[in-house]
């Protein structure tokens, strides 16, 4: 594994754990975020709390896939990263500085996963 991966692993895992953290605040208390008037994707916010949670908590699990070498996890990572993207960004109303900072965070991982070379002598003619 290059650096990048394994950086991108350690990302992953941190992420991960960060947004089951955010999710628990959101599902624990509506009174931890600030109240967004209409909003076009208008969910509860124990509803986003959910899915951070579970979302997190995959994308924290691929991460230590990721560490371990696993073949699922480089693939598994890109979409659950981009799901997380996704998720960030839906998310930016309530926590605009820190969903725009995951969200960079997510663009690096999915770069480094995306971008890995596979060994010489494992690739197939």
Known sequence: MTGGVVF????MLCSGILAVLQGIAAIAS??????VGTYVY????????????ILGALVAVTGLGVLKGAA???FLGIFLV????????LFLPYLPVWSVVMMAIDVFV????ASQQEAAGRRAV
């Open 8 to 11: 991108a692993g350690v990302l």
């Open 30 to 35: 509506d009174d931890v975020y600030g109240r």
């Open 42 to 53: 208008e969910l509860n916010l124990t509803g986003w709390g959910w899915i951070h949670v």
């Open 72 to 74: 699922w996890a480089r």
């Open 82 to 89: 981009s799901l997380s993207l996704i998720a960030q960004f």
């Open 110 to 113: 999915i770069w480094a996963l």
